[in-house]
């Protein structure tokens, strides 16, 4: 009797999706190193019928100036922080996918979102593949009251779910988790390279040939990425990430691609007992509690996509008991603090080689725009010297390695916010000085290098 021959495997990347017939260290594609995982081949699609044997016929291509320009309407969410990052709203047969840290507001954030649309008239599908529908309604009943519009459905197999799509045409659809879907066609368990590559390209073809805004939500990896192949953010609409950490109050929605709108936008949330409620004025929030008083503590403005926010930059200096000094960075770029610290010691004669250096964005805010390096610097001179630096004083600038403070965009913003909340000094570049003349009740001090922001600090305190 002739021995059966076994099952054929195949090796994916669970980084980029790259195949391979055998195992690798190394993948080619992505040059990552230990990602091959070993699954099932996907069942053959030779034997199909083509198109011309269906009897149908290939698309025919289209000139360019010939495509409508017809501009789509978006669906709010009534969740103006959420409909800020999506650049305005919902737009019909997008593919949108929301990643984040468990337990950090990702299925909260999309019933609110999902209640306010079905209040709006259409309908709304919500598909769970890890909650029953007692623990949604557990959940649902925190947040407030929910329409008849809004349909829930437990299911993980993915014809099943595409069935269900089909018939009841819903104006939005959200399927929490991807990883949890499979597919009876490839024989790999949910959440393989396989089976997260094939849900996702379902409901693609779903989104778009029936005009269903989907959202997917996904793991994420210790690391902070979604989980499954790279392929996965590559094939979506728009890919979100949920941040913050989930023993405390906030939440920042920040988006990492998207088509339809910018990626600089933030959206930032509070969660609450009846669940994640807006923060209309994020500066306020990250200002409070700040200490007065208090050195290595300066407040220092960053530009998030339209609206400046203004955040408190902490440093504390002090001299090592050791051989080796340590430095420690939080929320900003650790290699940024200390190439920011060697331009100090070059260029203020400020010799910090014998310090440990602890540099901190208060409220767990991760900023990396080079506006907020004047903060940093001024914040550590201010812990090194052991100098208060006054609460009414608001700083951003970009410092280069000649220790000159660069100008940076959007200025005139900037210094609104500071007046708005009640600031009454700005330290800005030299170069800016020009387009923020026009505004009152605030005073300018411009610097055109670190020597010139340094001696500001004094004229900030008369």
């Known amino acids: ?239 979100l990430y949920f941040e913050g950490d989930r023993h405390a109050s906030y939440r920042i929605l920040r988006a990492v691609k998207n088509r339809f709108g910018s990626t600089n936008e933030i959206g930032v949330f509070e969660m609450r007992g009846s669940g994640l409620a807006e923060v209309p004025n994020p500066s306020e929030y990250m200002l409070s509690g700040k200490p007065a008083g208090a050195s290595g503590s300066v407040v220092a403005c960053s530009i998030e996509g339209t609206r400046p926010v203004l955040l408190e930059v902490q440093a504390l200096i002090c001299r090592t008991a050791f051989g080796m000094p340590r430095r420690t960075a939080a929320g900003c770029d650790y290699n940024r603090v200390n190439l920011l610290m060697a331009v100090l010691e070059k260029r203020c004669g400020i010799s910090l080689s014998d310090c440990d250096a602890y540099v901190n964005l208060a409220g767990g805010i991760r900023m990396n725009e080079p506006a907020v390096d004047l903060g940093i610097v001024l914040a550590i001179v201010s812990s090194f010297r052991n100098i208060p630096v006054s609460d009414k004083l608001m700083v951003f600038g970009e410092v280069g390695l000649s220790g000159e403070v660069r100008a940076v965009s959007q200025a005139e913003q900037r210094v609104q916010e500071a007046k708005k909340l009640g600031f009454e000094a700005v330290i800005l570049p030299k170069a800016n000085l020009k387009n923020c003349r026009g505004i009152e009740g605030i005073r300018l001090l411009p610097a055109e290098n670190l020597r010139g922001a340094i001696a500001a600090l004094g004229q900030a305190e008369k």
Request: net charge neutral; proline share 5%.
């Open 1 to 239: 009797m002739a021995k059966a021959a076994g099952k054929k495997t195949i090796f994916f990347c669970q980084n980029c999706g790259h195949e391979s017939a055998k195992w690798m260290g190394q993948c080619p594609a992505c040059r990552e190193w230990n990602t091959f995982v070993e699954e099932p081949a996907a069942p053959k699609t030779a034997g199909k019928p083509s198109a011309r044997q269906r009897g149908t016929t290939a698309a025919a291509p289209v000139r360019i100036r010939d495509v409508s320009m017809e501009e789509h309407s978006r669906s709010q969410t009534g969740i103006s922080e959420f409909d800020r990052v999506l650049g305005g709203g919902v737009i019909p047969g997008s593919l949108i996918l929301i990643g984040g840290d468990p337990g950090i507001g990702k299925s909260t954030l999309l019933l609110q979102a999902c209640r306010n649309l079905a209040e709006a008239g259409p309908e709304v599908l919500y598909i769970s593949g890890e909650e029953s529908l007692q623990q949604i309604r557990m959940r649902a009943e925190r947040i407030g009251e929910m329409p008849d519009s809004l349909l829930l459905l437990c299911e993980t197999d993915l014809g099943t779910i595409g069935e269900t799509i089909r018939t009841r045409r819903p104006a939005v659809c959200v399927i929490d988790s991807i990883q949890t879907m499979y597919s009876e066609e490839i024989a790999s368990a949910p959440g393989s390279v396989s089976q997260v590559r094939e849900a996702t390209a379902v409901l693609l073809q779903l989104a778009k040939s029936l005009g269903i805004s989907i959202f997917i939500v996904g793991h994420v990896t210790k690391d902070g990425a979604v989980a499954g192949p790279r392929v996965l953010e590559h094939m979506v609409d728009t890919v």
